[in-house]
């Protein structure tokens, strides 16, 4: 297939709905000051050394002016109950803090709670991808805690039942004469 071919929009975002994902809220304060948040499922680890994370985010969002170079900005993971968290921040409204008081509380950049982990981020590089901007950002501080995640697979959300059977693997040590 040539690098030229077009496809349509609605079945590439079918087959791209094949990926399961964990869902992400991104937050940061905007160049006026306000916080911004997005529901993303675009994130992936990079690098361990040095600490860095990529997500991406449409250009024609309005908030992509908040992610500049070396802005600072946090990825919260949310659990399989947060839902409405995911919903609430992927709607294209202005005031998306005034619900919850305490996302506000710390604005630089605002927290969302009980979450399964926050990377609290600054941003490393900007890079151009297509209709998106590819935003690597340096991780600076993080929490973790137990849980179980909110998925998103084929355009809706669930959970991650792993078998009974199922043996967690490390990649470290179970594949790492494989990858030399």
């Known amino acids: 297939m040539s690098s030229g ?76 109950g947060q839902r409405d968290i995911a919903l609430h921040f992927a709607r294209a409204q202005r005031a998306k803090f005034d619900i919850d008081p305490q996302w506000r509380a710390n604005p630089h950049p605002p927290r969302v709670a009980d979450v399964l982990a926050r990377f609290e981020c600054r941003v490393h590089a900007l890079h151009a991808g297509g209709d998106h901007t590819i935003i690597v950002g340096r991780v600076t501080g993080l929490e973790q805690r137990l849980g179980s995640p909110l998925t998103f697979f084929g355009s809706r959300f669930g959970r991650f039942q792993g078998a009974d059977t199922s043996v967690a693997a490390n990649p470290w040590t179970d594949f790492r004469d494989a990858w030399l």
């Open 5 to 80: 071919e077009r496809f349509d929009p609605l079945l590439l975002r079918a087959a791209f709905g094949s990926l399961a994902t964990g869902v992400t809220v991104v937050t940061a304060v905007g160049v006026d000051g306000e916080p911004v948040g997005i529901t993303a499922n675009s994130v992936a680890s990079v690098s361990l050394d040095p600490p860095l994370l990529l997500w991406c985010l449409a250009n024609r969002s309005s908030s992509l002016g908040a992610f500049t170079d070396n802005a600072v900005f946090a990825v919260h993971v949310l659990a399989e």
